[in-house]
């Protein structure tokens, strides 16, 4: 069982920046693919960025491309994710996922999901 504990979402303006953290506990952190999605209101869950278990592939959805970017720290049990540029259509709760057999892009092929954390961007 993984335990999943994402923080550091919050209102910012558009073209501002915010760093999301995902804090995991319970199995092997570096055993594990991690990936971090997104589900606005009324909306499907949809695929952010992904990053494999030794940080040596990362892939983003193209929306996103540029202006966030996936790290991992396998010491401190964390994944972050650096949001640059921000845009309104950006505001969703934002969700970190875990995975032991790979970095997928498609939200059911996960095992593990946190609670999320809201981050909203005004115009």
């Known amino acids: 069982q993984v335990q999943l504990v994402e923080s550091g979402g919050g209102l910012v303006q558009a073209g501002g920046s915010l760093r999301l953290s995902c804090a995991a506990a319970?199995?092997?952190?570096?055993?594990?693919?991690m990936g971090w999605f997104r589900q606005a209101p009324g909306k499907e869950r949809e695929f952010v960025a992904t990053i494999t278990w030794g940080g040596h592939y990362t892939y983003y959805a193209d929306s996103v491309k540029g202006r966030f970017t996936i790290s991992r720290v396998n010491a401190q049990n964390t994944v972050n994710l650096q949001m640059n540029s921000l845009k309104p259509e950006d505001t969703a709760v934002y969700y970190c996922?875990?995975?032991?057999?790979?970095?997928?892009?498609?939200?059911?092929?996960?095992?593990?999901w946190g609670q999320g954390t809201q981050v909203t961007v005004s115009s």
């Open positions: 996922a875990a995975d032991p057999d790979r970095a997928w892009d498609i939200p059911n092929e996960y095992d593990y």
């Open positions: 319970g199995r092997t952190f570096s055993q594990l693919h």
